[in-house]
T-cell receptor, first 115, second 113 residues
């Protein structure tokens, strides 16, 4: 069973640029959630994708957008980067729908630094 | 809106001893899930234990157990026989079924030999 993977591990971008982060879900999982974790804080929910459709969104501006592909992998895109976007971005996969356990399994994260 | 509060920013314990991490939450829902996640310096969030709100019995996973008090909206984590590898940030989290996790601010646990 393959766990959740994320790429890249680290990323440095300049304010105003755009970035794409990638996540491969755990085998058998159809739901991907993205979280932003600022230094010293708990993760904050960005959005969730279930079977390629957005299934809930946290309090993040529209410049945070996402996609889920038919193989259930996912991308997080952030446009017009701001200094406050510097954080650890975590992806979590789960088996949503039906009689699921609702447990989310996390990837190792992508550390984004905006200068 | 649901909230999760962890009032202990840091805790420490001697190896082989027992430690309890506190968590309170606020919700108007009757059905929900509660979780404890561990985040070591490697950053990967690891699920430690899960509790369904409809179950009265407290969840247990090896050395980890919870004290779930639904009326008080309290969900503490007890780690028995603490090991050096238990040192990490511990996050309490709330979820309504399969949607978003709402996390507390975390408790840093140090384990001394």
């Amino acid at each position: 069973e393959t766990g959740v993977t994320q790429s890249p591990t680290h990323l440095i971008k300049t304010r105003g640029q755009q970035v794409t982060l990638r996540c491969s879900s755990q085998s058998g999982h159809n739901t991907v959630s993205w979280y932003q974790q600022a230094l010293g804080q708990g993760p904050q929910f960005i959005f969730q994708y279930y079977r390629e459709e957005e299934n809930g969104r946290g309090n993040f501006p529209p410049r945070f957008s996402g996609l889920q592909f038919p193989n259930y992998s996912s991308e997080l895109n952030v446009n017009a980067l701001e200094l406050d976007d510097s954080a650890l971005y975590l992806c979590a996969s789960s088996q949503g729908g039906g009689d699921s356990s609702y447990e989310q399994y996390f990837g190792p994260g992508t550390r984004l630094t905006v200068t | 809106a649901q909230t999760v509060t962890q009032s202990q920013p840091e805790m420490s314990v001697q190896e082989a001893e027992t430690v309890t991490l506190s968590c309170t939450y606020d919700t108007s829902e009757s059905d929900y899930y509660l979780f404890w996640y561990k985040q070591p310096p490697s950053r990967q969030m690891i699920l430690v234990i899960r509790q369904e709100a409809y179950k009265q019995q407290n969840a247990t996973e090896n050395r980890f157990s919870v004290n779930f008090q639904k009326a008080a909206k309290s969900f503490s984590l007890k780690i028995s026989d603490s090991q050096l590898g238990d040192a990490a940030m511990y996050f309490c989290a709330y979820s309504r079924f399969a949607d978003k996790l709402i996390f507390g601010t975390g408790t840093r646990l140090q384990v001394f030999p």
